[in-house]
């Protein structure tokens, strides 16, 4: 997910997308701790977008 993808959605759409990404972020550290995954960059690639979503969550908020 991009920025710019990130920025067209409205608020309710991006706490929606916050709170998935989190759970699946969480699900793959405990399928991985689990079992090794076999790319195990995926969880990287999660972490980073949950973390874009909540930094546009705060700039919002903050405005």
């Known amino acids: 997910m991009k920025k710019k993808e990130i920025k067209e959605l409205s608020v309710e759409e991006l706490k929606l997308k916050y ?16 079992t090794p995954l076999e790319n195990p960059l995926q969880i990287r690639k999660v ?16 405005q």
């Open 47 to 62: 972490r980073r977008i949950v973390a874009r979503l909540a930094t546009e969550l705060t700039n919002r908020e903050n």
């Open 19 to 34: 709170a998935e990404l989190k759970k699946e972020h969480a699900d793959l550290k405990m399928a991985h701790f689990v």
